[in-house]
């Protein structure tokens, strides 16, 4: 028996149409792995259903072409397609309220990932606007622009360390200056804002690792920066160095 | 490393990041700071001598890259300001867009990192010394030139020489033919070659010019052909002779009549297929040089007697040019003079009566002989604090020398004036135990003596003379004299006679 995968947020959808495809003569099994790198559970997949929008933290979210930007980019055979209750023209969406008679049919002339653009949008909150948003800009959405300013301000500061100037002065006269504590609230404000609409896409993993970093060094900004071991033993200036390495990685693709 | 001196001028919206790089880079540079296009520009009205501008692309909040509209403007206004764009943006079509408008290079602010922007603010700013140093030395290659060809301008408007010029201009149009410039020492023949490297075809392409009596003999073949590495002891690397340097423009030999038979069978190869071989090599090279010879030898006398190889001599002589001997073109003398005080009336820093005498001198050393006593009389005339180059201002030889006077008149010129035979007794010369503030007197004396009696003792004319302003400072010089040295006024009756109030002898 053939074997179509699928991504959903919710457990219903998927459940209300399962037999269906079983009746279609088709295995319909959930993508486990829903955060994933690319990893062997892609390798082995021939069709994915994105179910659209997301649905998480009880906002609807869009990113069915940030998946397909993924697909296209490591997994360019796998037969892409979305499904969901709006009404939407396009070869590879199945709309839920009206299934296709015959599916086998329905898969054949659905488009490769490389044949079409893009999806049509699916009505949630737009993850690529958002994606832009976080990388982009010069005001006060983009999270990477403010993360560079507190690594380069770290950077110095720890370049100040290597040079033996007193942590007290560095603190005084670059740190306060620079209002780093302040920087620090805003960045992990903004991260936690963008985080939820991030869940769910195929970084999702890196986005964790990104968290975790974050975390690590919290301590010394939430001690108000006046810590010169935390600054050193945390290794802020090498975390940061790495999460912004990270992020860029995916702002590559997806930003 | 850094240099404090350097001043780089900060342009962006964000005051913070002005502080960070100020901070970070507070050992090494100067900062000033600008935050939008109109504060930039009251910046660059107040000093224009930054060494680097830092750009930000973004100078406000409307996500427009304003920066990269300004590099062009920039670039053109201030060449000598290299820019670094410093920006958010790290897209490649931005930095290419950056790059093309003229900014020298890029940084992005999320790659802060001291080593790497302090290593790219150098490179920067040392590529800039370099430009501004190769402009310096561009200028100076071109002063140097300008100034060679001051030394070498062909000075000269007697029949004579006009002659010559007329005759180089039309050799010159003959950028193949090998010249022979004949003349006594010091006469101008290198002069000569390059008036006519500079009217001629080659005029773009080198101009070498070597002494061959100047170059040892066991080293002239190398010299002038090249030789490879290892071609003789000493020879560590390969190197290009003077043949290779002129290719494509004039090489002048001079002193031809100087060289020993080995390079004069070369030179005869060398002009029979325009080829040489550098020493140590295999293959010959083939050139395209004019060769302008030149020599104060009689080469077809050398030739009879078996020092210079009748067929080279039959080359050389395709066009011979003898440029005249200074005695016999003295009309040009006050031109030459006027050449090595420009800007100035040779008439007026040159004393009729010196004049005169340098005219009538017979000049052995010819322009060189002149152009060191130019140097001398400007010395003697500081050292008696003159304002006019006179008779004791001039070398001994010129002085004393009267020989040619006759020759001078004979010829046609201008009589000299009767200066050069005074009619007032001779002075009678310095006593050997005088001490040399007494000689300089007695020198000035002797000259205010006979000027008194030039002028028949009109003290105005007398000062004019001897470039005094007046006669008030006339007066002062002979006060002074007579105050310091009263023993030497016994032989100087005009003076003692026209300032009978100053000098005072006792009976």
Not at chain 1, 214 to 222: K, L, M, N
Request: hydrophobic share 40%.
């Amino acid at each position: 028996m053939k074997q179509v995968s699928y991504l959903s947020t919710d457990q219903i959808t998927p459940k209300a149409v399962q037999n269906w495809f079983e009746q279609q003569g088709y295995q319909f099994v959930p993508l486990t792995d829903a955060s994933p790198q690319p990893s062997e559970a892609f390798q082995k997949i021939e069709i994915l259903i994105l179910f659209v929008p997301f649905f998480h933290n009880n906002v609807y979210i869009s990113n069915e072409n940030v998946w397909k930007s993924f697909f296209q980019e490591h997994y360019p055979d796998v037969l892409l397609l979305t499904a969901g209750y709006i009404k939407q023209a396009h070869t590879n969406y199945l709309d839920l309220l009206q299934l296709p008679e015959d599916l086998p049919a329905f898969l054949q002339n659905a488009k490769s990932i490389n044949q079409f653009d893009r999806f049509p949008f699916s009505g949630g909150l737009d993850v690529e606007k958002k994606l832009h948003k976080f990388y982009k800009g010069h005001g006060d959405e983009s999270l990477t622009y403010e993360l560079g300013k507190i690594a380069r301000i770290i950077t110095m500061a720890v370049d100040e360390l290597k040079q033996a100037v007193p942590f007290p002065e560095i603190y005084k006269d670059l740190l306060i200056p620079n209002r780093i504590i302040e920087k620090w609230k805003v960045l992990t404000n903004r991260w936690q804002n963008y985080l939820p609409f991030f869940k769910g896409l195929p970084f999702d993993t890196t986005l964790q690792e990104v968290h975790d970093g974050f975390s690590s060094i919290a301590p010394f900004f939430e001690g108000g920066c006046e810590d010169e071991h935390l600054l050193i033993d945390l290794n802020c200036k090498e975390k940061l160095h790495e999460i912004k390495q990270k992020l860029e990685i995916i702002g590559r693709q997806y930003g | 490393m850094a240099n404090k001196n350097y001043n780089i001028l900060i342009v962006d919206d964000d005051a913070e990041f002005h502080q960070q790089i100020r901070y970070a880079f507070r050992r090494n540079y100067v900062f000033e700071g600008a935050i939008n296009q109109e504060h930039l520009e009251k910046k660059l009205k107040e000093r224009s001598d930054f060494d680097l501008i830092l750009l930000d692309l973004m100078l406000d909040d409307s996500n427009e890259m304003v920066g990269l509209d300004m590099i062009p403007d920039l670039a053109s206004r201030f060449p000598e300001i290299p820019i670094i764009v410093v920006t958010a943006d790290k897209k490649i079509d931005t930095v290419v867009q950056a790059m093309k408008q003229g900014a020298r290079d890029f940084l992005t602010k999320a790659d802060y990192d001291f080593d790497f922007w302090n290593k790219k603010f150098q490179e920067v700013l040392q590529s800039q010394s370099l430009r501004e140093e190769n402009k310096a030395l561009r200028q100076e290659v071109q002063k140097h030139r300008d100034q060679k060809q001051k030394e070498f301008t062909f000075i000269g408007e007697s029949q004579k020489i006009l002659e010559i010029k007329r005759i180089l201009r039309l050799v010159s149009e003959e950028p193949d033919i090998t010249v022979l410039i004949t003349g006594e020492t010091g006469v101008g023949k290198e002069v000569a070659a390059r008036f006519l490297h500079s009217h001629g075809a080659r005029k773009d392409k080198p101009f070498q010019a070597v002494n061959l009596s100047a170059i040892q003999k066991t080293l002239l073949e190398s010299t002038l052909f090249g030789h490879k590495k290892g071609a003789f002891t000493g020879a560590t690397r390969d190197m290009e002779g003077y043949f290779k340097q002129a290719n494509g423009g004039i090489l002048m030999l001079d002193e031809i009549g100087d060289i020993d038979a080995n390079i004069q069978i070369k030179l005869l190869r060398f002009l029979e297929t325009k080829m040489i071989r550098p020493v140590g090599a295999d293959k010959d090279i083939q050139l395209d040089v004019q060769i302008v010879a030149a020599t104060h030898r009689d080469l077809k006398d050398e030739v009879q007697k078996g020092h210079f190889r009748a067929d080279l001599y039959q080359r050389l002589k395709a066009m011979v040019v003898k440029i005249p001997a200074l005695r016999e073109r003295r009309a040009d003398i006050p031109l030459i003079l006027q050449h090595y005080y420009p800007g100035e009336d040779v008439n007026e820093i040159i004393s009729p009566m010196a004049m005169d005498k340098l005219k009538n001198y017979h000049w052995p050393g010819n322009i060189r002989e002149l152009k060191n006593a130019i140097s001398y009389m400007q010395l003697r005339k500081k050292i008696f604090d003159r304002k006019q180059i006179d008779l004791d201002c001039l070398p001994v030889e010129i002085q004393e020398f009267n020989e040619l006077v006759d020759t001078f008149y004979t010829n046609g010129s201008s009589a000299p004036d009767q200066e050069m035979a005074p009619t007032s007794p001779e002075s009678p010369p310095p006593p050997s135990n005088l001490t040399i503030e007494e000689e300089h007197a007695l020198i000035d004396l002797r000259k205010i003596e006979q000027s008194l009696f030039r002028k028949n003792k009109v003290k105005k004319d007398v000062a004019v003379e001897l470039g005094l302003e007046n006669t008030d400072n006339l007066r002062y010089k002979i006060k002074k004299y007579f105050d310091k040295h009263p023993h030497l006024f016994k032989d100087f009756p005009l003076i003692c006679e026209s300032y009978k109030r100053i000098v005072k002898l006792e009976e």
